[in-house]
């Protein structure tokens, strides 16, 4: 990447957005628009869109028809195929281009989103489009007067709801399988980070998604979240966000069509450090990465750092370095290692849990404080907060924000005790050298995902996805592509 092109697309105006419907862009029913604010300095940046009930049943309306006349849901996997991988084509042609809209948008480091965001939306539209024309279905073992067979099925039109922190990545996630499966797609973006999964959605055209197949509707989640959701034409929802929405999610399927809905929620990821970790030093470093990216801003992130009594001061002051020497400022900046808090009310939220933390008796090490208010932006010092109690509001609930709480423990089986001792189970991560243990806090973590001296870099060859109040469904891997179909059986008497 080189400085001057991201300046170069750093200046250049964006034209007000309106909602992508039926392979065009769309005003909306009433005109209305949402003005966005760019955290890298709290001024306005964009106007987009603001969604009504009508423009979500207009968007609906178009992939319903588009799923049942078949021009995308019953075209040959080979040639869906082939269209998938045009679009993977030319989001890679211009991902700095695109990361650069999302960096002005949602305020994470150009370093992170140009990989995690532009360049992993290519690659999970090209995984998912190499992989469509290679499921089979099945031939049951029956006797020999009778055929059984299993035949996958695209479930119709898909409702996806994805958020600010990784939206192009996560969105990819969803939108991807969806398509290759012969799906759908009505996306609603979040209101303050919905500019790259528009041009998406334009790209997508490009490439030769048909009209109607591929739909943003952009606005608040209030309005048309909800009206996605009791949709009574849309068949299942996929959602990534926070517990309370997932909530609600639950209720409006209840109230429309039962639709299923697929919740990939909250986490408080436990990263457990052990005396005999095979690299200590590695182990901070890389902890402290694995809260700190993105400004604490991401689903997995190693939120509550458990670490063995007879190393934790040593250890907690090796983490407090890492946080110290991040680089915070500009993201759009290439020398910046961390960009900015999404918004100010993500920030002062930030803010108020570690003053909780504070009152609670936890230690303040390093950070907690609000930086470089001159440039206007929301940017937050790392924070490590040491003797974080099990009962303490930092243990307990998701801040998704640059806090860590350093918690220390005993043996083997109170550090699987305190990483079970909240309601989330998304991830978590283990360090020690011994195999067994290894293994043993594998099957003894609640999570879906442990990462074993490590934390982070789970590639698409695996899923993602919670236990407990931390979702269900899986996305990435072969795995995500199960919820976009629905089993289809035919009996056949010979």
Not at 18 to 41: K, M, R, W
Not at 282 to 297: D, H, P, W, Y
Request: a negative charge; one cysteine or more; charged letters at 20%.
């Amino acid at each position: 990447m080189d400085q001057s092109a991201i300046d170069t697309l750093r200046a250049q105006e964006i034209t007000p957005r309106g909602h992508f419907i039926n392979g065009a862009f769309h005003a909306g029913e009433t005109g209305a628009q949402h003005q966005v604010l760019s955290p890298i300095d709290g001024q306005p940046l964009a106007l987009i869109a603001e969604g009504s009930p009508v423009d979500v049943n207009a968007a609906v309306q178009a992939a319903r028809v588009a799923f049942e006349d078949g021009r995308w849901s019953r075209m040959a996997p080979a040639r869906r195929k082939k269209v998938l991988l045009k679009l993977a084509d030319l989001i890679e042609a211009r991902a700095l281009e695109i990361a650069v809209l999302g960096v002005r948008d949602n305020g994470t480091e150009i370093n992170m989103a140009y990989k995690a965001e532009a360049l992993s939306a290519a690659a999970t539209f090209r995984y998912y489009a190499e992989a469509i024309d290679k499921i089979y279905g099945q031939v049951a073992p029956t006797g020999h007067d009778v055929l059984g067979l299993v035949h996958h099925a695209p479930v119709g039109v898909v409702g996806a709801i994805v958020p600010w922190n990784f939206p192009l990545m996560i969105g990819s996630w969803k939108i991807a399988p969806a398509l290759a499966a012969g799906n759908s797609v009505v996306l609603k973006p979040a209101e303050s980070a919905s500019l790259s999964l528009l041009k998406i959605a334009e790209l997508a055209a490009e490439a030769g998604v048909p009209d109607g197949v591929l739909n943003v509707v952009t606005g608040r989640g209030s309005v048309v979240g909800e009206a996605l959701a009791l949709s009574m034409d849309v068949d299942i929802m996929v959602f990534t966000g926070s517990g309370a929405t997932g909530r609600q999610l639950l209720e409006y399927s209840a109230r429309s069509n039962l639709k299923r809905c697929y919740l990939e929620l909250g986490g408080k990821s436990a990263n457990i450090v052990f005396n005999d970790a095979p690299d200590l030093a590695e182990a901070a470093k890389v902890s402290a990465a694995g809260i700190f990216r993105n400004s604490g801003q991401v689903c997995v992130a190693g939120s509550r750092l458990l670490v063995q009594e007879d190393i934790y001061e040593d250890f907690v002051a090796e983490v407090s370095r890492h946080a110290e020497a991040f680089r915070v400022g500009d993201p759009l900046d290439l020398n910046s290692q961390i960009g900015a808090v999404h918004s100010l009310t993500e920030l002062e939220a930030n803010l108020d849990f570690v003053s909780k933390a504070e009152a609670e008796g936890a230690e303040r090490r390093t950070g907690g404080d609000r930086i470089l208010t001159e440039t206007g932006g929301y940017y937050m010092a790392p924070t490590v907060m040491a003797d974080v109690k099990e009962t303490d509001n930092l243990f307990q609930n998701e801040v998704f924000g640059p806090v860590l709480a350093v918690t220390p423990f005993k043996n083997e089986g109170e550090a699987i005790r305190l990483a079970n001792a909240t309601v989330y189970g998304l991830a978590g991560g283990v360090w020690t050298s011994n195999l067994s243990r290894a293994h043993r806090m594998v099957a003894g973590i609640k999570t879906g995902v442990v990462h074993v001296n490590t934390y982070g870099g789970a590639d698409l060859t695996v899923p993602l996805g919670g236990v407990g109040q931390s979702g269900n469904g899986h996305d990435k891997s072969l795995h995500a592509l199960e919820k976009y179909f629905d089993l289809k059986t035919a009996w056949i008497k010979l």
